[in-house]
């Protein structure tokens, strides 16, 4: 096996090939209660008959180690050896889970990426990312480890809700800003809806794999990939906590690129004709996400955790003009707060 993407028509049948071969002792499928529904269909005629689901709930909030301890759990009960292939046929829930469970069980069984939703499939399945969040932190628990293929069918977005849709769309607007301004300047005239994903796909996944190849354990570039995280995973976190204030990921994410866009500026790598640009294309797809300013403050604090940091000092990935990215620039936590102050002032 390699750890090759394949997107399009042939990628179910590649792996169902692959699943077959006698080097696999047991196939294990884990879906959350939306993709068994939803998606398992498509994808059953390529599996073994003697596969095994297993099955977690769906929803950022199950992204623990207590869902892994269900499926080692599984695992160990049905006696799963080395040579078990653990298929993760979710969203980035179910790939960032099931790649980090997978990799751990026994030191490491191979685990193949069947992405469903837009956000998996242009972003978490590709890059080797796993993980799982701990105790309100995004990711805090997590491994690189490359799956041993990536199976994208774009026809599995044909069940998926539309808010779920922009939510992936959030992660190809940022490819877009750190390194493709030609694809901004193009979409942010079209518009975001389409019939047909797959090119979209194509190009995010090729944009993601070159960075990652170029940095796999993000010691460099690959931080340029975190753009808008700083702050989007911030919110994220801090709405998490919330009872009924549900946030998704890209949302989150939407609002970080208009919050570290805003932070490019006052560090004068972007000018305010580019931020007006980004403002008005994310303001165009999402809508503002609401929190009153008293809490900007609370959600900054987040920022403190984030991965990028060094000791004290906040390392945000910044934009020098649209189509550039830059990582690895101190921020203070009250420009995080003011960002936020800003984007709570904007007017969707
Ligand atoms: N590893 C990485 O590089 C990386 C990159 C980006 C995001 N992520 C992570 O990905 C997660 C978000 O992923 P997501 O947006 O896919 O969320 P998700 O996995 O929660 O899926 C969104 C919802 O859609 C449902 N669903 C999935 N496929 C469906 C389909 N085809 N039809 C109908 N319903 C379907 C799911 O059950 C869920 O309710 C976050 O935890 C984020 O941190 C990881
Ligand atoms: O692949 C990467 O690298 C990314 O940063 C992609 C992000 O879209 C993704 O949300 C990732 O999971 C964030 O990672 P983290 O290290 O900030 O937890
Ligand atoms: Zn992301």
């Known amino acids: ?24 002792s047991r196939v294990f499928v884990l879906v959350d209660g939306n993709t068994a529904r939803q998606c398992l269909p498509l994808l059953e005629k390529q599996l073994p008959a ?3 689901l297993i099955e977690i ?6 992204k623990t180690l207590a869902s892994c301890d269900v499926l080692w759990g599984e695992l160990t009960e049905q006696r799963a050896d080395r040579h078990a292939v653990l298929v993760n046929l979710g969203g980035g829930v179910v790939t960032d889970l099931g790649g980090f469970a997978a990799a751990l069980y026994k030191r ?21 990312k ?83 190849a170029e940095d796999p354990l993000e010691s460099g570039p690959r931080k340029l990939l975190n753009f808008g995280h700083t702050v989007g995973h911030a919110l994220e976190s801090y709405l998490l906590t919330q009872p009924s204030r549900e946030i998704l990921h890209g949302e989150a ?30 303001f165009s797809v999402f809508d503002k996400i609401p929190f009153v300013s008293l809490e900007t403050e609370a959600i900054a604090e987040f920022a403190l955790q984030d991965k990028k940091n060094t000791g004290t000092t906040i390392n945000c990935t910044l934009l020098q003009g649209i189509g550039t990215g830059v990582f690895d620039q101190p921020v203070t936590l009250a420009e995080i707060a003011e960002s936020l102050r800003y984007y709570h002032r904007l007017q969707a």
């Open 50 to 52: 003697d596969y095994k």
């Open 108 to 128: 490491g069984i191979r685990f193949v990426q069947v992405p469903t939703t837009l956000l998996a499939q242009v972003d978490a399945s590709v890059g080797g």
């Open 1 to 24: 096996m390699d750890n090759s993407v394949i997107i399009g028509p042939e990628a179910l049948p590649a792996l169902g090939e692959l699943l077959h071969r006698p080097a696999v």
């Open 130 to 212: 796993t993980g799982v969040d701990f105790q309100g932190y995004k990711n805090q628990l997590g491994v690189f480890q490359e799956p041993a293929g990536v199976f994208i069918e774009p026809r599995f977005l044909q069940t998926l809700d539309p808010r779920q849709v922009k939510s992936g769309y959030a992660e190809v607007i940022k490819h877009w800003l750190i390194a493709d301004a030609d694809a901004f300047n193009t979409n942010r005239r079209l518009g975001w809806l389409t019939d047909d994903w797959t090119p979209i796909i194509r190009a995010s996944v090729a944009l993601k794999q070159r960075i990652v």
């Open 57 to 62: 709930p769906a929803g950022e909030e199950y």
């Open 253 to 282: 994410v939407a609002a970080g690129l208009v919050c570290e866009s805003w932070i490019s500026v006052q560090h004068g790598l972007l000018t305010a004709e580019e931020l007006d640009k980004i403002e008005t294309f994310v």
